[in-house]
């Protein structure tokens, strides 16, 4: 079973930055990539980032490309999202989720990924 565990989430102002860190555990955590997605209220859940754990091969949402940054650190089995720019419309749960053995990496559809984290809130003020 893996575990990701979502962090860093917070308030900011428009034009801030925040990071997230998503943190995997778990004997059996061996994705190939792993992917954050968002959902705003009433909204449904979209793609943002995708990285790929050998390579650090990324995919962004065109709506966070040049604004956020995916990133891994391996050892720590932990991935990142730098989000700068931030945009009251970034306003969402956060979600990471690893991708499903077998699947495309730069697939952007949730049933592409599995073991979903708990969500960190972002809120961007304007």
């Known amino acids: 079973q893996v575990q990701l565990v979502e962090s860093g989430g917070g308030l900011v102002q428009a034009g801030g930055s925040l990071r997230l860190s998503c943190a995997a555990s778990?004997?059996?955590?061996?994705?190939?990539?792993l992917g954050w997605f968002r959902q705003a209220p009433g909204k449904e859940r979209e793609f943002v980032a995708a990285?790929?754990?050998?390579?650090?091969?990324?995919e962004y949402s065109d709506s966070v490309q040049g604004r956020f940054t995916i990133s891994r650190d391996t050892a720590k089995n932990t991935v990142f999202l730098q989000m700068n720019s931030l945009k009251p419309e970034d306003t969402a749960v956060y979600y990471c989720?690893?991708?499903?053995?077998?699947?495309?990496?730069?697939?952007?559809?949730?049933?592409?990924?599995?073991?979903w984290g708990q969500g960190t809130q972002v809120t961007v003020s304007s």
């Open positions: 989720a690893a991708l499903k053995q077998g699947e495309y990496w730069g697939s952007r559809s949730l049933g592409s990924y599995e073991y």
């Open positions: 990285i790929t754990w050998s390579f650090g091969i990324t």
């Open positions: 778990g004997r059996s955590f061996s994705s190939f990539a």
